[in-house]
């Protein structure tokens, strides 16, 4: 079954605690990526891995890490959330290469208050 | 700037009719993407090209690498086609997608 699945889907969180967003997937793809959704500005990349331990900034890494030590498993960790990390975050994935389409997690909605 | 851009960003269509989003392209991509947002905030994969058209069912989809374009028109739309269209372009080098700012289609009885 070809799943991208995200835990939590919903979190509220304090200003100043960490977060941790996870996702994993079953379809053996090299490449996966974080996105955070806001009204209006569509998705923006926070990161995005090509494989283990391969990871890059996207257009807005500031606030976050990500870590990946199983080609499975794509974490996005927040220390210290604020306010304007209140969000929803998605993760993707995709087989490396020309072709290959993006699949989607659900989603997972942050509040941070 | 911006790298994709997306019009419109809201279109309302009655049942039966139909419409065209465009994404314009600031520079060259590799290829392009388009997803369906629907009401559950579920991003559905509808078309990779990267050349030339698609189509499926009543959507069709074409890109223009050489003139930084793609488009997908939507056929006798139906309430269930309500939702946000994105598209995402593959810049070159590297994987990344970046998206447009979407578009909010609303299909009305």
């Known amino acids: 079954d070809m799943k991208v699945t995200q835990m939590p889907r919903y979190l509220i969180k304090r200003m100043g605690e960490n977060v941790l967003l996870e996702c994993g997937q079953d379809?053996?793809?090299?490449?996966m990526y974080w996105y955070r959704q806001d009204p209006g500005l569509g998705l923006q990349l926070i990161y995005i891995?090509?494989?283990?331990?391969?990871?890059s900034e996207g257009d807005i890494p500031k606030g976050y890490r990500v870590s990946r030590k199983k080609r499975e498993h794509f974490s996005l960790i927040l220390d210290s959330a604020k306010t304007n990390q209140t969000s929803v975050y998605f993760c993707?994935?995709?087989?490396?290469?020309?072709?290959?389409?993006?699949?989607f997690g659900e989603g997972s909605r942050l509040i941070v208050v | 700037g911006d790298q994709v851009e997306q019009s419109p960003s809201a279109l309302s269509l009655h049942e039966g009719t139909g419409s065209a989003l465009r994404c314009n392209f600031t520079?060259?991509?590799?290829?392009v993407q388009w997803f369906q947002q629907n009401s559950r905030g579920s991003l559905i994969n509808l078309f990779y090209?990267?050349?030339g058209t698609k189509e499926n069912g009543r959507l069709k989809s074409t890109f223009n690498s050489k003139e930084s374009y793609s488009t997908l028109h939507i056929r006798d739309a139906q309430l269930e086609d309500s939702g946000t269209y994105f598209c995402?372009?593959?810049?070159?080098?590297?994987?990344?997608?970046?998206f447009g700012s979407g578009t909010q289609l609303t299909v009305m009885p």
């Open positions: 995402a372009a593959e810049p070159y080098p590297g994987w990344q997608l970046i």
């Open positions: 090209l990267a050349s």
């Open positions: 379809m053996s793809h090299e490449t």
């Open positions: 993707a994935s995709r087989k490396t290469g020309a072709g290959n389409t993006l699949y």
């Open positions: 520079t060259t991509m590799r290829a």
């Open positions: 891995s090509y494989d283990v331990d391969s990871n």
